[in-house]
């Protein structure tokens, strides 16, 4: 049977202990208690819908997380084209990046990094 089915169903329906259910599942105190509480959290009860599968409860207990993103990414293409106008620099576009994007934003030397690197593997640089 399930792991985590059967723990739930020995909690619930049996009654047992933390201790009794990780003997009799093969599993440690601290797993089935971790179990049990993420349950709480998700707000899964028992019994258990009809058709819960175990696939179905571990997606629900354990979500997939998603990265944070960090930086906001420059739109390199509208720097490249900025930077063909007379007095604009690199530096002063990334003081306006900054300042629109704000803690969001790479630091200067990460800013010209990504952009070196961008200019010189855009397409358009191929046929030059």
Same mark, same amino acid.
Request: aromatic content about 10%; charged content about 25%.
């Given at each position: 049977?399930?792991?985590?089915?059967?723990?739930?169903?020995?909690?619930?329906?049996?009654?047992? =202990?933390?201790?009794?259910?990780?003997?009799?599942?093969?599993?440690?105190?601290?797993?089935?208690?971790?179990?049990?509480?993420?349950? /709480?959290?998700?707000?899964i009860?028992?019994?258990?819908?009809?058709?819960?599968?175990?696939?179905?409860?571990?997606?629900?207990?354990?979500?997939?997380?998603?990265?944070?993103?960090?930086?906001?990414?420059?739109?390199?293409?509208q720097?490249? /084209?900025?930077?063909?106008r007379?007095?604009?620099?690199?530096?002063?576009?990334?003081?306006?990046?900054?300042?629109?994007?704000?803690?969001?934003? !790479?630091?200067? =030397? /990460?800013?010209? !990094?990504?952009?070196?690197? !961008?200019?010189?593997?855009?397409?358009?640089?191929?046929?030059?």
């Amino acid at each position: 049977m399930p792991t985590i089915i059967e723990v739930f169903r020995l909690k619930y329906d049996a009654g047992l =202990s933390h201790e009794k259910i990780a003997r009799a599942c093969g599993l440690s105190k601290g797993v089935v208690s971790k179990y049990v509480s993420l349950a /709480q959290v998700a707000g899964i009860t028992w019994p258990l819908p009809d058709g819960t599968d175990e696939t179905a409860l571990e997606a629900r207990l354990f979500p997939a997380k998603t990265p944070p993103v960090r930086f906001s990414a420059p739109d390199f293409f509208q720097v490249h /084209q900025a930077l063909k106008r007379k007095g604009v620099t690199l530096q002063l576009l990334w003081a306006e990046y900054v300042e629109a994007h704000g803690d969001k934003a !790479h630091r200067c =030397s /990460q800013f010209c !990094h990504h952009y070196r690197a !961008h200019r010189d593997w855009s397409p358009g640089r191929l046929l030059e």
